[in-house]
């Protein structure tokens, strides 16, 4: 008789991670990890780290101070600051981080977010969960930089003290102008940085405007375009597999991904049903 095996613990403990370093500008690192026991001793990181917990909690000390990370806060820790981190549940936690060079945030916060790392804000936290969504699909680039743009836009005012609601401004002739450059990239893509240079405007009062102007962010009218054009080709009797990159998207599970969302069926069964 074959003797039992016992689960090898270590095995069994083995953190989950996942790490990339995305297209996007201003993102040096993603990582997305479950610790069970793992405690990180001090060290200092280059970037800023942006953390958000799924599930448990993280104990950690910052500038000699202890804080916690509960499932509604973002963390945010400056640069070059040390700081550890260990689990603060016997299940250990599930996070994600972001790890963000000085485009959107200044040196000037790190005095800040020394005194105040752990931000109670729904809306913050809710924006950092879809940008990680985002960033998560290759392709997604332009709405995970807007994305990036209102969270970072978000972040400094928390940081400053400033709990004025921006007002979205109108200005349809700059929204028409970057409509019109939209539907002129709608297969090689456009980053929000290059439409902002072009534009000679910010990048946050770009997206305000053509989103009070439409009533939709540019990178969901982008994908919009790409949709549509998607459609023409299947119902042509193209392969799902042909049309992706011919449209601009990343791949075909990309274009999947966004077709169902606006049609409601894959494209591969939106090919055979309009052919029959």
């Known amino acids: 008789m074959a003797e039992e095996r016992k689960p090898d613990r270590r095995t069994a403990e083995r953190p989950e991670i996942s790490a990339w370093r995305p297209r996007v500008p201003g993102v040096v690192e993603v990582f997305h990890a479950h610790f069970t026991e793992y405690a990180y001793p001090m060290h200092v990181h280059e970037a800023w780290t942006l953390l958000i917990v799924d599930d448990g909690a993280v104990r950690y000390d910052l500038d000699r101070h202890e804080h916690g990370t509960p499932l509604d806060t973002v963390s945010l820790l400056p640069p070059h600051v040390p700081h550890n981190g260990s689990p603060a549940t016997p299940h250990g936690f599930r996070k994600r981080v972001l790890y963000l060079d000085a485009t959107h945030l200044g040196e000037d916060l790190i005095g800040p977010a020394v005194d105040g790392p752990d931000l109670r804000d729904p809306l913050l936290r809710l924006r950092v969960g879809q940008l990680h969504g985002a960033l998560a699909h290759p392709g997604d680039e332009l709405e995970a930089e807007s994305r990036l743009m209102f969270v970072g836009e978000r972040l400094r005012r928390q940081l400053r003290h400033r709990g004025t609601t921006v007002e979205p401004r109108s200005d349809p002739g700059l929204a028409r102008s970057l409509r019109e450059l939209l539907d002129a990239h709608v297969t090689d893509g456009l980053r929000l940085d290059d439409a ?19 009533g939709i962010a540019p990178h969901q009218y982008l994908m919009s375009r790409r949709v549509e054009r998607a459609r023409r080709l299947l119902l042509a009797g193209r392969a799902p597999g042909e049309v992706a990159p011919a449209t601009g998207f990343f791949d075909q599970a990309h274009l999947t991904r966004h077709f169902k969302k606006l049609v409601g069926v894959t494209p591969g069964r939106y090919r055979v049903s309009a052919r029959s």
């Open 196 to 214: 902002a240079r072009l534009l000679h405007a910010h990048p946050a009062h770009l997206v305000r405007a053509f989103s009070t102007a439409y």
